[in-house]
């Protein structure tokens, strides 16, 4: 599955289209919806993305005459909208982290080979994962999983947040760091 990709040209047009015929507001929600979902779906249930997507769009619709191509373009502009929504929601994606920590790995079901393999291995990581999500913090945990579930840039994911560019790079920085020494201390523990 591959990302939409913002282009300045087709997103200015797409503005244009829609301020002329707001109807038209459908197109920009065809070209970004599948990268939005998914964004969302990775930081929470996928009931509850279902719901941030819509509500990513309609705040979108109701806000489509402040956004200004020449800031950036819509994919990031779209990706700061269900962020913020996703923040009201961070307690509960903070909860659910630890709740799959507390859980442990399932147990692995008979299958081929490489199957099992594959299951064990990110069964047993899911707990040591989720704890180092639950320990980052909300600043880190956003830039984190813009790249790693959005597959934004940098600059992406600074519009997305309305903070620079360094920001994002020393969130980055940092959220790899307590990533790999919270899974490395959870690994020789575990």
């Known amino acids: 599955m591959i990302a939409a990709v913002s282009e300045p040209g087709i997103d200015a047009e797409l503005v244009a289209r829609y301020r002329r ?9 065809d070209r970004y919806y599948r990268d ?3 964004y969302v779906a990775g930081r929470l249930d996928t009931q509850i993305a279902e719901d941030i ?3 990513t769009f309609l705040l979108a ?3 489509r005459d402040r956004f ?3 800031l950036g373009s819509l994919r990031p502009w779209l990706f700061g909208f269900a962020t913020n929504l996703i923040a009201r929601h961070r307690r509960k994606e903070t909860r659910r982290y630890r709740a799959l920590a507390r859980l442990g790995p399932e147990p692995v079901v008979e299958g081929h080979e490489n199957r099992v393999v594959t299951s064990v291995a990110a069964q047993r990581m899911q707990p ?3 704890r180092a999500l639950a320990a980052l913090s909300g600043g880190e945990r956003d830039v984190l999983l813009l790249v790693a579930l959005g597959q934004l840039s940098y600059d992406e994911i600074a519009q997305a947040l309305g903070i620079a560019v360094g920001t994002v790079g020393s969130r980055l920085s ?5 990533m790999l020494a919270l899974i490395d201390k959870e690994m020789i523990r575990g």
Do not use: C, G, N
């Not at 015929?21 to 929600?29: G, Q």
């Not at 940092?174 to 307590?178: D, L, Q």
């Open 21 to 29: 015929d707001p109807e038209l507001f459908t197109d920009v929600h």
């Open 36 to 38: 939005i979902y998914r």
């Open 53 to 55: 997507t819509a509500e």
């Open 61 to 63: 619709f109701d806000q």
């Open 68 to 70: 200004d191509p020449e």
């Open 128 to 130: 040591h994962l989720a």
């Open 174 to 178: 940092r959220a790899r760091t307590k």
